[in-house]
Protein backbone atom coordinates (compact mmCIF):
# COMPACT_ATOMS: atom_id res chain seq x y z
CA UNK A 1 0.00 0.00 0.00
CA UNK A 2 0.94 3.63 -0.31
CA UNK A 3 0.32 6.86 1.64
CA UNK A 4 1.27 10.31 0.49
CA UNK A 5 0.23 13.51 2.04
CA UNK A 6 0.69 16.93 0.73
CA UNK A 7 -0.75 20.35 2.54
CA UNK A 8 -4.48 20.98 0.49
CA UNK A 9 -3.55 24.72 0.17
CA UNK A 10 -0.84 27.11 0.07
CA UNK A 11 -0.74 30.72 -0.60
CA UNK A 12 2.42 33.37 -1.32
CA UNK A 13 3.62 35.97 -2.23
CA UNK A 14 5.14 37.05 -5.74
CA UNK A 15 8.63 37.21 -5.26
CA UNK A 16 8.56 35.35 -2.58
CA UNK A 17 10.00 31.49 -1.64
CA UNK A 18 7.36 28.96 -1.23
CA UNK A 19 8.12 25.30 0.11
CA UNK A 20 6.18 22.45 -0.59
CA UNK A 21 5.91 18.98 1.47
CA UNK A 22 5.22 16.13 0.57
CA UNK A 23 5.78 12.82 2.85
CA UNK A 24 5.23 9.30 1.75
CA UNK A 25 4.84 5.62 2.88
CA UNK A 26 5.28 2.85 0.55
CA UNK A 27 6.21 -0.77 0.69
CA UNK A 28 8.90 -0.25 -1.78
CA UNK A 29 10.09 2.99 -3.67
CA UNK A 30 11.87 3.79 -6.81
CA UNK A 31 11.72 7.80 -7.19
CA UNK A 32 9.49 10.36 -6.44
CA UNK A 33 8.43 12.55 -9.36
CA UNK A 34 6.64 16.62 -8.67
CA UNK A 35 4.26 17.43 -11.23
CA UNK A 36 2.61 20.92 -11.76
CA UNK A 37 -1.16 21.32 -12.83
CA UNK A 38 -2.77 24.15 -14.34
CA UNK A 39 -6.47 24.18 -13.05
CA UNK A 40 -8.03 22.14 -15.84
CA UNK A 41 -4.35 21.10 -17.91
CA UNK A 42 -2.55 18.33 -18.02
CA UNK A 43 0.23 17.76 -15.45
CA UNK A 44 3.35 18.79 -16.48
CA UNK A 45 6.69 17.42 -15.18
CA UNK A 46 8.86 19.23 -12.93
CA UNK A 47 11.67 16.90 -11.41
CA UNK A 48 12.10 13.54 -10.56
CA UNK A 49 14.27 12.48 -7.48
CA UNK A 50 16.07 9.04 -6.92
CA UNK A 51 19.02 9.36 -4.22
CA UNK A 52 18.83 11.93 -1.70
CA UNK A 53 19.80 15.44 -1.89
CA UNK A 54 19.02 18.46 -3.62
CA UNK A 55 18.20 18.80 -7.30
CA UNK A 56 18.34 22.28 -8.87
CA UNK A 57 16.41 23.54 -12.04
CA UNK A 58 16.33 27.00 -12.38
CA UNK A 59 13.25 28.47 -10.30
CA UNK A 60 12.72 25.38 -9.23
CA UNK A 61 14.28 22.85 -6.67
CA UNK A 62 13.30 19.39 -5.60
CA UNK A 63 14.60 17.56 -2.29
CA UNK A 64 14.34 13.81 -1.21
CA UNK A 65 15.21 12.01 1.79
CA UNK A 66 14.54 8.57 1.14
CA UNK A 67 15.12 7.69 4.87
CA UNK A 68 13.00 10.17 6.26
CA UNK A 69 10.27 9.15 3.24
CA UNK A 70 10.00 12.68 2.85
CA UNK A 71 10.11 15.39 -0.03
CA UNK A 72 9.64 19.14 -0.48
CA UNK A 73 9.42 21.09 -3.82
CA UNK A 74 11.11 24.71 -3.68
CA UNK A 75 10.19 27.87 -5.80
CA UNK A 76 12.03 30.40 -6.23
CA UNK A 77 11.16 34.27 -7.24
CA UNK A 78 7.72 33.13 -7.41
CA UNK A 79 5.39 34.66 -10.48
CA UNK A 80 1.72 35.23 -10.62
CA UNK A 81 1.86 32.31 -13.04
CA UNK A 82 3.16 29.51 -10.53
CA UNK A 83 -0.34 29.86 -9.09
CA UNK A 84 -1.28 26.14 -9.91
CA UNK A 85 -1.45 22.75 -7.89
CA UNK A 86 1.80 20.94 -7.28
CA UNK A 87 1.40 16.92 -6.94
CA UNK A 88 4.04 14.71 -5.93
CA UNK A 89 3.65 11.10 -7.10
CA UNK A 90 5.65 7.42 -6.10
CA UNK A 91 7.24 5.28 -8.35
CA UNK A 92 6.47 2.33 -5.91
CA UNK A 93 9.00 -0.54 -6.85
CA UNK A 94 7.09 -3.38 -8.60
CA UNK A 95 3.88 -1.53 -9.19
CA UNK A 96 2.78 -0.27 -12.86
CA UNK A 97 1.95 3.20 -12.08
CA UNK A 98 2.57 6.38 -10.36
CA UNK A 99 0.74 6.83 -7.01
CA UNK A 100 -0.22 10.64 -7.02
CA UNK A 101 -0.78 12.78 -3.79
CA UNK A 102 -3.39 14.87 -3.21
CA UNK A 103 -1.85 17.63 -4.64
CA UNK A 104 -1.20 21.35 -3.06
CA UNK A 105 -3.05 24.12 -4.61
CA UNK A 106 -0.57 27.45 -4.45
CA UNK A 107 -1.92 30.87 -4.88
CA UNK A 108 0.68 33.30 -5.89
CA UNK A 109 -1.01 37.30 -4.52
CA UNK A 110 0.72 40.26 -5.48
CA UNK B 1 6.67 15.20 -31.37
CA UNK B 2 6.87 15.09 -28.05
CA UNK B 3 3.18 14.81 -26.94
CA UNK B 4 -0.03 13.18 -26.05
CA UNK B 5 -2.76 14.00 -27.83
CA UNK B 6 -6.13 14.24 -26.69
CA UNK B 7 -10.06 14.32 -28.62
CA UNK B 8 -12.24 15.81 -28.23
CA UNK B 9 -11.12 18.23 -25.93
CA UNK B 10 -14.98 18.81 -23.95
CA UNK B 11 -17.86 16.37 -24.35
CA UNK B 12 -21.39 16.73 -23.18
CA UNK B 13 -23.20 13.61 -23.36
CA UNK B 14 -26.20 11.97 -21.88
CA UNK B 15 -26.83 9.14 -19.95
CA UNK B 16 -28.35 6.91 -22.75
CA UNK B 17 -25.49 8.01 -25.44
CA UNK B 18 -22.00 5.97 -26.97
CA UNK B 19 -19.04 8.12 -27.35
CA UNK B 20 -15.23 7.38 -27.64
CA UNK B 21 -12.36 9.61 -26.24
CA UNK B 22 -9.06 9.20 -28.48
CA UNK B 23 -5.94 9.49 -27.06
CA UNK B 24 -2.75 9.29 -29.85
CA UNK B 25 1.14 9.92 -29.14
CA UNK B 26 3.90 9.05 -31.57
CA UNK B 27 6.73 8.91 -29.28
CA UNK B 28 7.25 5.53 -29.02
CA UNK B 29 6.05 4.70 -25.72
CA UNK B 30 5.21 1.19 -25.22
CA UNK B 31 2.68 1.86 -22.37
CA UNK B 32 -0.15 4.39 -22.39
CA UNK B 33 -2.47 5.42 -19.46
CA UNK B 34 -6.27 6.59 -18.88
CA UNK B 35 -6.86 8.49 -15.25
CA UNK B 36 -9.88 10.30 -14.40
CA UNK B 37 -9.67 13.27 -12.33
CA UNK B 38 -12.42 14.98 -10.38
CA UNK B 39 -12.36 18.80 -9.58
CA UNK B 40 -9.40 19.07 -6.77
CA UNK B 41 -8.63 15.92 -7.04
CA UNK B 42 -5.35 14.31 -7.80
CA UNK B 43 -5.62 11.82 -11.20
CA UNK B 44 -6.76 7.69 -10.34
CA UNK B 45 -5.52 5.47 -12.59
CA UNK B 46 -8.26 3.22 -14.63
CA UNK B 47 -6.51 1.25 -17.34
CA UNK B 48 -3.12 0.44 -18.29
CA UNK B 49 -2.05 -0.74 -21.75
CA UNK B 50 1.68 -2.39 -21.94
CA UNK B 51 2.41 -3.92 -25.26
CA UNK B 52 -1.21 -2.95 -26.46
CA UNK B 53 -2.29 -5.51 -24.23
CA UNK B 54 -4.22 -4.34 -21.00
CA UNK B 55 -2.02 -4.73 -17.93
CA UNK B 56 -4.32 -2.92 -15.07
CA UNK B 57 -7.61 -2.92 -15.25
CA UNK B 58 -8.55 -0.71 -11.40
CA UNK B 59 -11.95 -2.23 -10.54
CA UNK B 60 -13.45 0.42 -13.52
CA UNK B 61 -17.16 -0.02 -14.57
CA UNK B 62 -18.20 -2.05 -16.96
CA UNK B 63 -19.55 1.40 -18.57
CA UNK B 64 -16.20 1.86 -19.50
CA UNK B 65 -14.23 0.39 -22.13
CA UNK B 66 -10.59 0.82 -23.11
CA UNK B 67 -9.43 -0.50 -26.56
CA UNK B 68 -5.30 0.14 -27.77
CA UNK B 69 -5.74 -0.36 -31.86
CA UNK B 70 -2.02 -0.14 -31.54
CA UNK B 71 0.75 0.98 -29.88
CA UNK B 72 0.64 4.50 -30.83
CA UNK B 73 -3.36 4.86 -30.33
CA UNK B 74 -5.69 4.53 -27.16
CA UNK B 75 -9.47 4.63 -26.96
CA UNK B 76 -11.91 4.78 -24.11
CA UNK B 77 -15.42 3.88 -25.32
CA UNK B 78 -18.16 5.42 -23.22
CA UNK B 79 -21.33 3.56 -22.63
CA UNK B 80 -24.70 4.56 -20.17
CA UNK B 81 -22.53 6.63 -17.97
CA UNK B 82 -23.98 8.43 -14.65
CA UNK B 83 -23.36 11.74 -13.79
CA UNK B 84 -20.77 11.13 -11.29
CA UNK B 85 -18.67 10.14 -14.09
CA UNK B 86 -18.43 13.51 -15.47
CA UNK B 87 -14.19 14.72 -14.76
CA UNK B 88 -11.23 15.20 -16.69
CA UNK B 89 -9.99 12.05 -18.40
CA UNK B 90 -6.28 12.29 -18.77
CA UNK B 91 -4.53 9.91 -20.83
CA UNK B 92 -0.76 9.14 -20.35
CA UNK B 93 2.39 7.84 -21.91
CA UNK B 94 5.67 6.69 -20.80
CA UNK B 95 8.37 4.26 -22.68
CA UNK B 96 7.84 1.71 -20.75
CA UNK B 97 5.30 0.16 -18.12
CA UNK B 98 6.38 1.31 -14.54
CA UNK B 99 6.47 5.25 -13.04
CA UNK B 100 10.68 5.36 -13.60
CA UNK B 101 10.50 6.71 -17.10
CA UNK B 102 7.88 9.74 -15.92
CA UNK B 103 4.48 9.91 -17.81
CA UNK B 104 3.54 12.45 -20.74
CA UNK B 105 0.06 13.38 -20.05
CA UNK B 106 -2.92 14.63 -22.82
CA UNK B 107 -4.37 17.67 -22.40
CA UNK B 108 -7.32 15.99 -21.12
CA UNK B 109 -10.87 15.46 -22.04
CA UNK B 110 -13.64 17.95 -20.10
CA UNK B 111 -16.67 14.70 -19.57
CA UNK B 112 -19.43 16.48 -19.06
CA UNK B 113 -22.80 13.90 -18.16
CA UNK B 114 -26.16 15.40 -18.28
Known amino acids: GQNIDQPTEMTATEGAIVQINCTYQ??????LFWYQQHAGEAPTFLSYNVLDGLEEKGRFSSFLSRSKGYSYLLLKELQMKDSASYLCAVDQTGANNLFFGTGTRLTVIP | DTEVTQTPKHLVMGMTNKKSLKCEQH?????MYWYKQKAKKPPELMFVYSYEKLSINESVPSRFSPECPNSSLLNLHLHALQPEDSALYLC?????????????FGSGTRLTVV
Open chain 2, 92 to 104: ASSQSIGGAYGYT
Open chain 1, 26 to 31: TSGFNG
Open chain 2, 27 to 31: MGHRA
